[in-house]
Nanobody, 120 residues
């Protein structure tokens, strides 16, 4: 069974930083591109960033220059470093494997997510 366990969220002031982690299991992690997604209250889940199995990365416009996605294949973990956080970054953040052609999550299983709240 594929499982994703996200962690690292919390309450941070505007301009602050957080580093999110997502540990994956039940899949050949190194074979997959991995993505971060987020869902704010009352909004649909949206794509944040992805990192391919070979390392190249992509970012949503709102994250360019502020967010950095990385992966550690030895630990089956994908990370999201978020700097210069804004109140509009408040959301629950999730990870999943990414179908690089269809640009959609591969697995129907989602973790519990990690809550990020940016507020003064």
């Amino acid at each position: 069974q594929v499982q994703f366990v996200e962690s690292g969220g919390g309450l941070v002031q505007p301009g602050g930083s957080l580093r999110l982690s997502c540990a994956a299991s039940g899949m050949a992690f190194s074979d997959y591109a991995m993505s971060w997604y987020r869902q704010a209250p009352g909004k649909q889940r949206e794509w944040v960033a992805d990192v391919s199995s070979g390392g190249p990365t992509n970012y949503a416009d709102f994250g360019k220059g502020r967010f950095t996605i990385s992966r550690d294949n030895a630990r089956n973990t994908v990370y999201l470093q978020m700097n210069s956080l804004k109140p509009e970054d408040t959301a629950v953040y999730y990870c999943n494997a990414l179908h690089e052609v269809l640009r959609r999550p591969i697995f129907g299983t989602w973790g519990q997510g990690t809550q990020v709240t940016v507020s003064s």
